[in-house]
């Protein structure tokens, strides 16, 4: 099983900042295989990248994904009031078990 | 645009087997090559998979839960099901219904499981 290690924990940063948010793998991630989400409180999770860095339907060119192999980043470039949340990364590539990382918290400063 | 809605007791006793029904709307069930998943999340906690289901009936389950989850599918009612059995509070937490192609592309909206006596 693929262990999903997500960094940092809780990032505290103000409305118009750059954020970088990290996802390590245990082993490769085959295919890039990588997705990230956003959740927030009471809202089932959103999906924002696929493919490491294909954006999904409707979501923002400020989310940027990156990455290859085990290490991944999503990035938001300047972030927006309704972008402080969950986020989560998940990895799809990996037969017979999906996983997720433990989350970055992201709040505002 | 496709929807997925969760059903089920709110509340199961201890060692029980939780019995949880994803119901789709907006498409079949059938069409594309979709597979349909159950996820789960404690209160406070991060996202757990429990398991998917492919239309021609083939499952895949996390391992750790592997010996107490049945995932089924009833494509003349556009539904797919979880049983979990042997419950404990751990089992506590939102269950969430998804569709996926690789990904896990749609969500349901979640419902909440407590496992007490």
């Known amino acids: 099983e693929i262990v999903l290690t997500q960094s940092p924990g809780t990032l505290s940063l103000s409305p118009g900042e750059r954020a970088t948010l990290s996802c390590r793998a245990s082993?490769?991630?085959?295919?890039?295989?990588l997705a990230w989400y956003q959740q927030k409180p009471g809202q089932a999770p959103r999906l924002l990248i696929y493919?490491?860095?294909s954006r999904a339907t409707g979501i923002p060119d400020r989310f940027s994904g990156s990455g290859s192999g085990t290490d991944f980043t999503l990035t938001i470039s300047r972030l927006e009031p309704e972008d402080f949340a969950v986020y989560y990364c998940?990895?799809?590539?990996?037969?017979?078990?999906?996983?997720f990382g433990q989350g970055t918290r992201l709040e505002i400063k | 645009q496709v929807q997925l809605q969760e059903s089920g007791p709110g509340l199961v006793k201890p060692s029980q087997t939780l019995s949880l029904t994803c119901t789709v709307s907006?498409?079949?069930?059938?069409?594309?090559?979709?597979?349909w998943s159950w996820i789960r999340q404690p209160a406070g906690k991060g996202l757990e998979w429990i398991g998917r289901?492919?239309?021609?009936?083939?499952?895949n389950y996390n391992p750790s839960l592997k010996s107490r989850v049945t995932i089924s599918v009833d494509t003349s009612k556009n539904q797919f099901s979880l049983k979990l059995s042997s419950v404990t509070a751990a089992d506590t937490a939102v269950y969430y219904c998804?569709?996926?192609?690789?990904?896990?592309?749609?969500w349901g909206q979640g419902t909440l499981v407590t496992v007490s006596s």
């Open positions: 289901i492919y239309t021609s009936g083939s499952t």
């Open positions: 082993q490769s991630v085959s295919s890039s295989y």
């Open positions: 493919g490491a860095s």
């Open positions: 998940q990895q799809y590539g990996s037969s017979p078990a999906i996983t």
């Open positions: 907006g498409g079949s069930i059938s069409s594309g090559s979709y597979y």
């Open positions: 998804a569709r996926g192609a690789g990904v896990t592309i749609n």
